[in-house]
């Protein structure tokens, strides 16, 4: 089959609001301050529409009202409703993982929005050569996604989108950061969409003369009002019509900006007046009353009757497009995988990230087995001379210190870095946020346990710790699942605070945990008020549970070599004693740090989908 017919297959969806107002809060002021004022307009199907006006006129606004993006504060009327759910939205910047190829991201958000039971992969990938030829991105599918320049992103961010045919594309300034050519033909291949049958809205700043002649509608915010909306070409009668003469070789787009701005007098009231007149829609000749094909009075009073309150209802309606052969592939609808699906297919592209990032995976892994080695010559036998058991309960620290460090600092970035493409992907309705955390999780804890193992191992091996398998196995599980609370504790941080804070808060909290870990201070040294503190630290838990795994269980005696007189710790009991560890209860320190990765782990994702809404 042609996968290229089932982006043909567009539903036409009208957008129309009325009455909308949008008002925020000001900082230390009681009233409101209204940031769109009762504004009504309608988007058709098969338009292209600009929103544009001066800086702070609330196109941003009106874009994140209409996409659903902000939802408080909001009053009026939208009618789009569940049709949003067919709508595609494209943010201003452009985020994709660095390390995939444009191939492979058509191909992960084809596999994530498309489920293979209606579009087989051979078609998924005729679809995206398709997608790929016609936004000229095909010499670059092979592309590391961080080396496109500006318009090729942009052209990917639409690709991206167009996979599952939306019938509403929101395009948050498209142009920003491209040189003419490229802003052209993004807005051209914009307007191709558009005449497919779509509903493409963008904003835009100063476009040129061919660019602003590319849109079918011009909506114009001035202050929060609206003071044009009607095809380019009108645009220099209408501001004829309320005394403003656009100058002899000024572009259009320009000189309208500019009235908008009050370059000319404060024309607001004026121009929104005038702006009501739905006339400004149609093309000029029916403003001269001339020509034959300007708009029957009919069309006015239909469209008229689409603008009264009350009648309008979310229009539905499937489009037909000429030269289509198969009227079975018309019909096809495509739908997406399940969550389940989708949780696999996310782990997939989690574990694809991991190894192409090199410095996640092999720098860290090196800097271990490294780092781990050092620590073995360093302490030599502390494990079993018994003149050197505090220096060994010392290492014992640093193995639970430096895996708990190392791996709360890139908890604690992992999501800022991320944020911007999970809350397009989320939003664009790729995957719910639960799949993907879930999918992190399952990926990171293999990670955690694999490079805990390799550290600890090594070191447990050279510095001549017991050889029973018993107790390697619980001071093994101890350094895990403290890692993995590092991760839980550093994401929450991460998603909670901004990476500068994260990091401040993450090395703060390490020190206050370290304090009360039962080795700097002994923990019946602790004043009692703040004993507490000590029962929430994880590490003094990992701690216990380390010294417990290798001095109890009636481990017996040390050695004491022949040159020592006396050696204190020669019992192994006396270490534990030494350390108020004796009555530690391994199953219930294990357990405490369960719960608090828990905890940390629920708390990470609702600060994260908060995170995501509100930024
Ligand atoms: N959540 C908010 N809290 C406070 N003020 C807000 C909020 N959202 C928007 N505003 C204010 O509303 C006005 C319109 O903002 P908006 O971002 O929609 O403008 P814009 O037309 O997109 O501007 P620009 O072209 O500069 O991006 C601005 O003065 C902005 O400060």
Same mark, same amino acid.
Request: net charge neutral; with cysteine; hydrophobic share 40%.
């Given at each position: ?30 009233? +409101?301050? /209204?940031? =769109?004022? !009762? ?5 058709? %199907?098969?338009? $292209?529409?600009? @929103?544009?006006? *001066? ?88 592309? +590391?996604? /961080?080396? =496109?320049? !500006? ?5 990917? %961010?639409?690709? $991206?989108?167009? @996979?599952?045919? *939306? ?94 701005? !009050? ?102 892994l090196g800097i271990h087995v490294l780092c781990s080695i050092l620590i073995g010559l360093f302490f030599g036998d502390s494990g079993s001379n018994?003149t050197k058991q505090i220096s060994n309960v010392g290492m014992i620290m640093i193995h639970c210190v430096y895996l708990?460090?190392t ?44 490079f805990s193992t390799v550290y600890i191992t090594i070191g447990y091996l050279m510095t001549d710790q017991p050889v029973?398998?018993?107790?390697f196995?619980?001071y093994?599980?101890?350094a ?66 380390m010294?417990?795994?290798l ?8 050695i004491?070599p ?54």
């Amino acid at each position: 089959m042609d996968s290229s017919k089932l982006l043909k297959n567009v539903y036409g969806i009208d957008i129309h609001f009325e009455d909308l107002v949008y008002q925020v809060n000001v900082p230390k002021k009681p009233e +409101k301050k /209204s940031v =769109l004022k !009762g504004i009504k307009g309608t988007f058709k %199907s098969g338009e $292209l529409t600009a @929103i544009m006006g *001066p800086s702070g006129a609330g196109k941003s606004s009106l874009m994140n009202i209409l996409t659903g993006l902000t939802k408080s504060g909001v009053s009026g009327k939208i009618e789009i409703g569940k049709a949003r759910k067919l709508c595609g939205y494209i943010m201003q910047d452009d985020h994709f993982f660095p390390y995939f190829t444009v191939e492979e991201t058509m191909l992960m958000a084809a596999t994530l929005k498309i489920s293979n039971q209606c579009v087989s992969l051979k078609e998924k990938r005729t679809l995206i050569d398709y997608l790929l030829n016609s936004l000229k991105l095909t010499k670059t599918r092979q592309t +590391k996604c /961080s080396n =496109l320049s !500006g318009g090729q992103k942009k052209r990917l %961010s639409i690709a $991206l989108e167009l @996979i599952d045919n *939306p019938a509403v594309l929101f395009l948050d300034e498209p142009t920003t950061g491209l040189d003419s050519s490229s802003s052209f033909d993004t807005i051209q291949l914009l307007r191709g969409l558009a005449n497919e049958g779509r509903t493409i809205v963008c904003t835009i700043h100063q476009p040129s003369t061919n660019i602003y002649n590319l849109f079918n509608l011009v909506y114009v915010l001035s202050a929060g009002r609206c003071t044009y909306q009607g095809t380019p070409q009108n645009t220099v009668m209408f501001l004829s019509s309320v005394g403003l003469e656009c100058p002899p070789y000024h572009n259009p787009a320009d000189f309208l900006l500019e009235c908008a701005n !009050g370059d000319y007098g404060d024309q607001t009231e004026a121009l929104a007046e005038a702006a009501k007149d739905i006339r400004w829609r149609y093309d000029q000749q029916l403003m001269q009353g001339e020509d034959a094909d300007a708009p029957s009075e009919t069309q006015v009073a239909k469209f008229n009757e689409s603008q009264s309150p009350g009648q309008v209802q979310v229009q539905v309606q499937k489009i037909e497009i000429q030269n289509m052969e198969s009227s079975k592939d018309l019909t096809k609808h495509t739908y997406p995988p399940t969550e389940y699906m989708r949780l696999w297919l996310l782990i997939g592209r989690c574990h694809l990230q991991f190894f192409r990032d090199w410095t996640l995976t092999y720098l860290k892994l090196g800097i271990h087995v490294l780092c781990s080695i050092l620590i073995g010559l360093f302490f030599g036998d502390s494990g079993s001379n018994a003149t050197k058991q505090i220096s060994n309960v010392g290492m014992i620290m640093i193995h639970c210190v430096y895996l708990w460090y190392t791996t709360i600092m890139p908890g604690i970035l992992r999501y800022p870095a991320e944020i911007e493409i999970i809350r397009k992907e989320t939003f664009n309705n790729w995957y719910k946020l639960r799949t993907y955390y879930l999918a992190t999780i399952i990926t990171s804890t293999p990670v955690h346990i694999i490079f805990s193992t390799v550290y600890i191992t090594i070191g447990y091996l050279m510095t001549d710790q017991p050889v029973e398998m018993d107790r390697f196995v619980k001071y093994l599980l101890s350094a895990v699942v403290v890692t993995i609370c590092a991760d839980g504790l550093g994401v929450f941080l991460g998603t909670v605070l901004n990476p500068v804070n994260g990091t401040f808060v993450g090395a703060v909290s390490t020190s206050c945990m370290l304090m009360f870990s039962g080795f700097l201070i002994l923990l019946n040294h602790i004043p009692a008020a703040m004993r507490f503190m000590a029962y929430i630290s994880p590490l003094r838990y990992a701690l216990e549970n380390m010294v417990i795994s290798l001095y109890g269980n009636q481990r017996g005696q040390l050695i004491c070599p022949p040159t020592e007189f006396y050696c204190h710790f020669k019992n192994a009991v006396t270490v534990l004693r030494q350390f108020g560890m004796e009555d530690g209860d391994f199953g219930h320190n294990i357990l405490m740090i369960l719960i608090q990765i828990a905890i940390f782990k629920v708390l990470s994702y609702f600060t994260l989908k908060h995170k995501i809404k509100t930024n």
